[in-house]
């Protein structure tokens, strides 16, 4: 069976297009159709078909029905001005092949004269021999070849456009045929994190496409608007998952749709969420890299979101050392809960809220699947008492944290339905493993009926303790899900590298059944091996600095281009230090922070920290503080199952920013030795 992209016609085609869509899909597997998404334009062909990867067939259908091409032949004495001339047989669809071919020509380079590509007009309604009948009677010549489908088996049809086929097109008149009609779904050479930095990176390379996974997955289903009288208030929304690997694609799949869906809806509203800054910021980035930003698109945080919808709030923010410091001196009331750490108390808080267990009765009885820590004897009792009086402590000092934006947000959204709160057309959420469930039903109160939901996910990365199933999070994913099984941005090397740490640390009694951990085929897949990743080893946290400013210092003498260095600090109490240091030494404006806006054309570097990297890439990644995290798994205070919490956590993230660099990766370790 034909590979088809996207798998269907958008919108309602007209019969001789279904009819003919019907015949394509019945073509043998070395057949690749490429569908035009413009359905009513006047500038592209409505298909390109590509057999056995090189032959290449550009095709226009046309409405003619039997009756009207037998016109041709005999005229009608008593209808002439309806009949139909032999010269106006599928005119109009060869001159639409003839126009793209010359405008392609003018915008991209000679695609006509040598390049061997066939135009085709195909006749759904119209026998073969008819077509062939009325060519013979035309006075003129046209480049397109005809052909007539009415009543033809598949197999015939099959062998007609092998007999048709012209010679193999030459690789460089493939990736211009491609971008010509697919431009949607070309990748800037800047996107690619793998491209070897030495190699020239000018427009002359061969363009890059999405591969065959990430456009279908990027273009089916793309009709957001529905007639209003086809649907119901309580029309579900169509919910879409794709994840995958490290570097597999997932954020340029999910950013590709956004902004197709945008452009092909101007009347939609479409809404792009992240969970932090720099991801958003590495978005928004790569949206106006490729084209203007439509109007009709939002690219935000999910806060920043709240925000906006809830207006500004007269509570002072407690940060984490904030709640960190409050918990600690709380916990002294609640005997049971001496022996868990203040770390797990905040984030079993957090959870509550997340899961949105606001009554003693349902915390109680609330199933903790996933939380690794378990609560014994009396324990969850005094938990629900310390979260109370956490609250009633926030409460009497004027302050709030951000999970109680969450459910500030949930109650107008959800439980209000604040005729304020603005309904989208469809939902794009990237990094959607970091969503809550409180934030799931908020987005999907958002949506409007029969709306789109569309999630980009890699469970792999999941270290902010969000662990739960897309059902629990009210998400049903079963049979709407793509799996991305090629890596694009790291080496062999690196990818390597990160597995094999990966695995010497997860626990055997992990559930890792929804995990994108690379496999040896995938490997062996990826073309470049690349250098292995370099360990330094320096005496403690300051040296570690002052070494990533001297290894900045000399990639920049030696050539390594701006904007293709990434450093990541998972210590975040010294993210600060090592920015400044690198101020000082670089120069102004030398040094970006990931969390401050998009990154500056003349930055040399971007920083920020660990846990704030989800998302981004760079061709070199510099990462630091990873003893920070190893060592705190060895705090005495810890229980056995908030140790192996910390581990799997620790373990995910560290993998996550492993995975970040696409041709070099260097570590700076502390001491002497390894540690694991």
């Given at each position: 069976?034909?590979?088809?992209?996207?798998s269907?016609?958008?919108?309602?085609?007209?019969?001789?297009?279904?009819a003919?869509?019907?015949?394509l899909?019945?073509l043998?597997?070395d057949?690749?159709?490429?569908?035009?998404?413009?359905n009513k334009?006047?500038?592209r062909?409505?298909v390109?078909?590509v057999w056995?990867e090189r032959?290449?067939?550009?095709i226009?259908?046309a409405?003619?029905t039997?009756?009207?091409?037998?016109s041709a032949?005999?005229?009608?004495?008593?209808?002439?001005?309806?009949?139909?001339?032999?010269?106006d047989l599928g005119?109009?669809?060869?001159e639409?092949l003839?126009?793209?071919?010359?405008?392609s020509?003018?915008?991209l380079g000679?695609?006509?004269?040598?390049?061997?590509?066939k135009?085709?007009v195909?006749f759904?309604?119209?026998?073969?021999?008819?077509?062939?009948?009325?060519?013979?009677?035309?006075?003129?010549e046209?480049e397109?070849?005809y052909?007539?489908l009415h009543?033809?088996?598949?197999?015939?049809f099959?062998?007609r456009?092998?007999?048709?086929?012209?010679a193999?097109?030459p690789?460089p008149?493939?990736?211009?045929l491609?971008?010509?009609?697919?431009?949607?779904s070309?990748?800037?050479?800047?996107?690619?994190?793998r491209t070897?930095?030495?190699?020239?990176?000018s427009a002359?390379?061969?363009?890059?496409?999405l591969?065959?996974?990430?456009e279908?997955c990027?273009?089916n289903?793309?009709?957001?608007?529905?007639?209003?009288?086809e649907?119901?208030?309580?029309t579900p929304?169509?919910v879409?998952?794709?994840?995958g690997?490290?570097g597999?694609g997932?954020?340029?799949?999910?950013?590709?749709?956004?902004?197709?869906?945008?452009r092909?809806?101007?009347d939609?509203?479409?809404l792009?969420?992240?969970h932090?800054?720099p991801l958003r910021?590495?978005?928004?980035?790569?949206?106006?890299?490729?084209?203007?930003?439509p109007?009709?698109l939002?690219c935000?945080?999910?806060?920043?979101?709240?925000?906006?919808?809830?207006?500004?709030?007269p509570?002072r923010m407690?940060?984490p050392a904030?709640?960190?410091?409050?918990?600690?001196?709380?916990?002294e009331?609640?005997?049971?809960?001496a022996?868990?750490?203040?770390?797990?108390?905040?984030?079993e808080?957090g959870?509550?809220?997340?899961?949105?267990?606001l009554?003693n009765t349902?915390?109680?009885?609330a199933d903790?699947?996933?939380?690794?820590?378990?609560?014994?004897?009396?324990?969850?009792?005094?938990?629900w008492?310390?979260f109370?009086?956490y609250q009633?402590?926030?409460?009497?000092?004027n302050?709030t944290?951000?999970?109680?934006?969450?459910?500030?947000?949930?109650?107008?959204?959800?439980?209000?339905?604040?005729?304020a709160?603005?309904?989208?057309?469809a939902?794009?959420v990237?990094?959607?493993q970091?969503?809550a469930?409180s934030w799931?039903e908020?987005?999907?109160?958002a949506l409007?009926p029969g709306g789109h939901?569309?999630?980009?996910?890699?469970p792999?990365q999941?270290?902010?303790?969000r662990?739960?199933?897309?059902i629990?999070?009210?998400?049903?994913?079963r049979g709407r899900?793509?799996?991305?099984?090629?890596a694009?941005r790291?080496?062999r090397?690196?990818?390597?590298f990160?597995?094999?740490?990966?695995?010497?640390r997860?626990a055997?009694?992990?559930?890792e059944?929804?995990?994108?951990?690379?496999?040896?085929?995938?490997?062996?897949?990826?073309s470049?091996?690349?250098?292995a990743?370099?360990?330094?080893h320096?005496?403690?946290p300051q040296e570690?600095?002052a070494r990533?400013?001297?290894e900045?210092?000399?990639m920049?003498?030696?050539?390594?281009?701006?904007?293709?260095l990434?450093?990541?600090h998972?210590n975040?109490a010294?993210?600060?230090?090592?920015?400044?240091?690198?101020?000082?030494?670089?120069?102004?404006?030398?040094?970006?922070?990931?969390?401050?806006?998009?990154?500056?054309p003349?930055?040399f570097c971007?920083v920020?920290t660990?846990n704030?990297?989800?998302?981004?890439?760079?061709p070199?990644?510099i990462l630091?503080?990873?003893?920070?995290?190893?060592?705190?798994e060895?705090?005495p205070r810890l229980?056995d199952?908030?140790r192996?919490?910390?581990r799997?956590?620790?373990?995910?993230?560290?993998y996550?920013?492993?995975?970040?660099?696409?041709?070099r990766l260097?570590l700076?370790r502390?001491?002497e030795?390894e540690?694991?």
């Amino acid at each position: 069976m034909a590979r088809i992209i996207p798998s269907k016609p958008r919108g309602k085609p007209n019969k001789a297009f279904s009819a003919f869509y019907r015949v394509l899909k019945t073509l043998p597997d070395d057949f690749t159709a490429w569908l035009s998404l413009e359905n009513k334009s006047d500038s592209r062909p409505q298909v390109f078909l590509v057999w056995r990867e090189r032959h290449a067939f550009l095709i226009q259908v046309a409405e003619t029905t039997q009756q009207l091409a037998e016109s041709a032949l005999q005229g009608d004495f008593f209808k002439q001005h309806e009949a139909l001339r032999p010269e106006d047989l599928g005119r109009l669809e060869s001159e639409l092949l003839e126009n793209f071919v010359e405008r392609s020509s003018s915008l991209l380079g000679p695609l006509a004269g040598d390049l061997p590509l066939k135009r085709l007009v195909v006749f759904p309604n119209v026998h073969e021999g008819t077509v062939d009948e009325v060519l013979m009677l035309r006075s003129d010549e046209t480049e397109a070849s005809y052909l007539g489908l009415h009543q033809m088996q598949s197999a015939h049809f099959t062998r007609r456009l092998e007999a048709l086929a012209a010679a193999a097109l030459p690789e460089p008149g493939f990736h211009h045929l491609r971008r010509a009609f697919t431009p949607e779904s070309e990748v800037p050479a800047a996107f690619v994190a793998r491209t070897p930095m030495d190699r020239n990176t000018s427009a002359n390379l061969p363009p890059c496409f999405l591969d065959f996974d990430q456009e279908w997955c990027m273009k089916n289903d793309l009709d957001l608007l529905p007639r209003h009288e086809e649907i119901a208030a309580e029309t579900p929304a169509s919910v879409r998952l794709v994840t995958g690997v490290a570097g597999s694609g997932k954020s340029l799949v999910l950013l590709y749709r956004a902004l197709l869906s945008a452009r092909l809806h101007p009347d939609a509203r479409v809404l792009v969420l992240t969970h932090n800054k720099p991801l958003r910021f590495e978005l928004e980035r790569r949206s106006k890299r490729l084209a203007k930003l439509p109007r009709n698109l939002s690219c935000t945080t999910f806060f920043q979101w709240a925000a906006k919808c809830l207006g500004k709030w007269p509570e002072r923010m407690w940060w984490p050392a904030d709640i960190e410091r409050n918990v600690a001196r709380l916990k002294e009331s609640f005997p049971s809960l001496a022996k868990l750490s203040t770390a797990f108390l905040t984030d079993e808080i957090g959870w509550i809220k997340d899961h949105l267990l606001l009554t003693n009765t349902l915390y109680q009885n609330a199933d903790r699947l996933g939380r690794g820590t378990s609560l014994r004897g009396n324990q969850r009792e005094e938990m629900w008492g310390l979260f109370h009086a956490y609250q009633h402590e926030q409460k009497e000092k004027n302050a709030t944290d951000w999970h109680n934006i969450a459910l500030r947000f949930h109650e107008v959204a959800v439980m209000e339905k604040s005729p304020a709160f603005p309904c989208f057309d469809a939902i794009f959420v990237d990094e959607a493993q970091f969503f809550a469930k409180s934030w799931f039903e908020i987005v999907s109160a958002a949506l409007k009926p029969g709306g789109h939901l569309f999630l980009a996910a890699d469970p792999t990365q999941g270290f902010l303790r969000r662990r739960q199933s897309w059902i629990a999070a009210g998400i049903e994913v079963r049979g709407r899900t793509i799996k991305l099984s090629q890596a694009y941005r790291n080496t062999r090397a690196i990818l390597r590298f990160a597995r094999e740490f990966y695995e010497t640390r997860h626990a055997s009694d992990d559930d890792e059944a929804d995990l994108n951990v690379p496999d040896d085929a995938m490997l062996a897949s990826i073309s470049e091996e690349g250098e292995a990743p370099v360990v330094i080893h320096v005496p403690g946290p300051q040296e570690e600095i002052a070494r990533a400013v001297n290894e900045t210092l000399a990639m920049r003498e030696h050539g390594l281009q701006p904007g293709k260095l990434l450093i990541l600090h998972a210590n975040s109490a010294l993210e600060p230090a090592l920015r400044r240091a690198l101020e000082r030494k670089l120069g102004l404006g030398q040094t970006h922070d990931a969390k401050s806006g998009q990154v500056p054309p003349d930055a040399f570097c971007t920083v920020t920290t660990l846990n704030a990297a989800t998302g981004l890439e760079a061709p070199v990644v510099i990462l630091l503080g990873i003893d920070h995290l190893l060592e705190s798994e060895q705090d005495p205070r810890l229980s056995d199952d908030e140790r192996h919490d910390l581990r799997r956590d620790h373990t995910r993230m560290l993998y996550m920013g492993f995975t970040r660099a696409g041709q070099r990766l260097v570590l700076l370790r502390c001491g002497e030795r390894e540690k694991s």
